[in-house]
């Protein structure tokens, strides 16, 4: 299913996220210089761009794992927060429960079988019932194939097992918002097509994402929108038909030229 062929997001309502003006900078080195972002419930937005661009620090930013120097955040039913005040530990976990990230690398519990890894954040963090927990669990796990690996460890596991993992410990939270950081950048090329498919098919259902990601050919079929990044700012945005197609940007049409060659062949190492 193409994002024309999904459920209409209605822009008229009251989005779902709004980050303003967003600044951070690690020592001397400013990754956000200004950044803005709105996310609407239902949409895909995929943020690409080279190496140093800000994106992982976008998704930590919205997670609560990395406090931003300046700018404001508001999550649709939540107080808007200004980081001019550095926001304390509630405020950060409160980011938490509205959303959650999809890392590189799985960090899964390796002392941990597939069902406790899952389980272990809408039990121990949430407080849920751990009966219901489970099987909730147990559901997400048969929906993207894993059902008979339940009692698995993560060294039993091939990659794209162990991603899909972490997706489902991220839906078995609930939240409003899933963060994808290079999903599929420590995968072995084959196993990439596996954990697309779940995150395409998630997107199909209607949930509300941010992605970061290399897989441009991903991108434009998932994406309802597509950010260009390059030095701490948005250089171009748009919806992918447009931005891949006919880039108004000379940053983005060098970057594009560099990466998107057949998009059956292996990327550049732009990004």
Known sequence: ????????????????????????????????????????????????????????????SLNGLETPDAGTLAIQGGPAIDFATPPGKSTRFALRDRSAMVFQHHNLFPHFTVLQNVIEGPWRVQRRNK??????????????????????????????????????????????????????????????????????????????????????AFAREAADHVLFLDGGVVVEEGPPEQLFTAPAHERTKRFLARIMRPLDTEPGDDD
């Open 1 to 60: 299913m193409s994002p024309a062929d999904r459920p209409s997001i209605d822009d008229a309502q009251p989005p779902l996220l709004v980050a303003r003006d967003l600044h951070k900078s690690f020592g001397t080195n400013e990754v956000l210089k200004g950044l803005d972002l709105t996310v609407h419930r239902g949409e895909v937005v995929v943020l690409i761009g080279p190496s140093g661009s800000g994106k992982t620090t976008v998704l930590r």
């Open 131 to 216: 009966d219901e927990a489970v099987d909730s669990a147990r559901k997400l796990l048969a929906r993207v194939g894993l059902a008979e690996k339940e009692d698995a460890y993560p060294h039993e596991l091939s990659g794209g097992q162990q991603q899909r993992v972490g997706i489902v410990r991220a839906l078995a939270l609930r939240p409003d918002l899933l963060l994808f950081d290079e999903p599929t950048s420590a995968l072995d090329p084959e196993l990439v097509g596996e954990v697309l498919l779940v995150i395409k098919e998630l997107a199909d259902e209607g949930w509300t994402m941010v992605v970061v990601t290399h897989e441009l």
